[in-house]
């Protein structure tokens, strides 16, 4: 771009009337010919170098002051978030604030939009195109398919008219057949009575003939043959044939012939995902909003001493473990404790997970088993020498995540099993340094529907996200200002439909949800007390168990 040309549209900084002619490179201040005079004596104490518009350095122009007319500013306070000069800095507005050089700000603004120029030429646009090109291929491929719809209708019909027209022929057939019997049957009868007829006419001419007789002899020994006439030919009625008309009924007509399906286009059952080479393909899930104010929908009292874990068998089942060796299992809408099951080793169980298959698996910290229960019957799934067992989940694909600590205390690693065959470890970020703090903790794991392997470490006081391949996306360290401005203590830990990943915080009586890149959300506070144990149902209710109270507290907190 020509230079004079963008000066021409640029007014001097001091007058705001006239075009831009010089500039200060000191300053970084644009003049016209008549202000120079006036910048050069604003402030002596610099050396103000006036250089030609065209002339100017590459630098930054720093922003105007808001508080200060036509001062410039150099820094940025990150508490006011809002540029500073020199003499706001003179002043006690930002005093004990954290205060930054403005061309760090400018340099962070440049790197956060490069990254996303990056992301929307690398994976947003051409995900356009794709949807783009999908979407024509399904536009092709609808009007193929509607003209073929259109096709095997027309065919069906063809092949109705068809079996219609073969009926009709066969039914005028067996009429035709019927009427020539039926006629010919008259016609017999036709004959029968014509021949009668002929035989009473002479049977009259024959008696006209005698009547006329002399002799008297031959008339007493005539005889007619009345009484064979008098009984009248019998007549016959043919039965005509009846056409039972078949009722052509909207409805049952339908049936019979067939009709189209009442599947339209939605929206929401089209997926189109940003593509990641990262993340795995997320399911096509109705988009759900969170409520204003989480509510406490029911509360349930377990009757433990204290309350530990919670899972989820289905919409109204619970799991739950506290300070004993029972797990027990509730149900929600009536309250009351359905069944109850002992540990083999009668130690609490430190997590308690549930299968696809609605099978209960509980880690044994103290005799350092991963178990599972099926049919009522206890087996002993996983026993790796020299870890111990610390968490616990079931992932979308049958397998299980197992977090483990080693006997020294010095390591902690994620176990990916398929049944009881061991498949991957997760110890190490790409630095080499380990991902979890190191021996017994309160440590919880679940999966996310992008298959990311997220784990609450309260030890370390961190949400840790490594994705399927074990590489770390982020690490969650909490939200400021948290309700109780406690330190964050991550705890139980849940995902939901929608990606988000919902951690309890004890200390803070409260649940951080993130969504699934770490950027934190909401705080749910809804009354809770000490939250340990989380889990989601299929209807992303939440439920908590509280530490201290021992009730279980469903929560809905997406509508």
Known sequence: MDPTSTSAHMRCDLCNTAVVQMGCDTCLVNLCKACVGEHMTSDESKEHKIVRFTLRKSSPLYPFCASHIKKRCEMYCNQCDIPVCAACLRSDQHLGHELIKILKVLDEKKKKIIKEQTELKNTIYPNYQDIASDVQNRMRQLKKEHEDLSTAITKHGEDWHREIDKLVKKLKDEVDEMKNIQFQTLQNHMDEIKKKISDIKDEINSIERLVNYIDITKLINVTTNIEGYKNS????????????????????????????????LEEDKLDYSMKSKEKSPEASLPFKQFIDEPEIITTLNTNYHLLYNVA??????????????????????????????ATKSEYRPYDIAVTKNGDLVYVDTMDGTVNIVKNKKIQKMVRKKSWIPNGACSTTSGEFLFIMYNNDNERTQVFRYHGSMEKQSIELDEEGKPLYSSGPAGRCITENRNLDICVSDNKARAVVVVNQAGKLRFRYTGHTPAPKNEPFSPQGIATDSQGHILTADYINDCVHIIDQDGQFLHYIHCGISGPLGLCIDTDDSLFVAEYRSKQVKKIKFLM
């Open 312 to 341: 989820c068998l289905n919409d109204d089942e619970i799991w739950t473990t506290g300070q004993d060796s029972t797990i027990k299992l509730f149900s929600i809408s009536q309250g009351s404790l359905l069944k109850s099951i």
């Open 233 to 264: 030919p019998q007549i016959i009625e043919p039965s005509l044939p009846k056409f039972a008309l078949g009722k052509i009924e909207g409805d049952e007509f339908n049936k019979m012939f067939g009709g189209l399906s009442s599947s339209l």
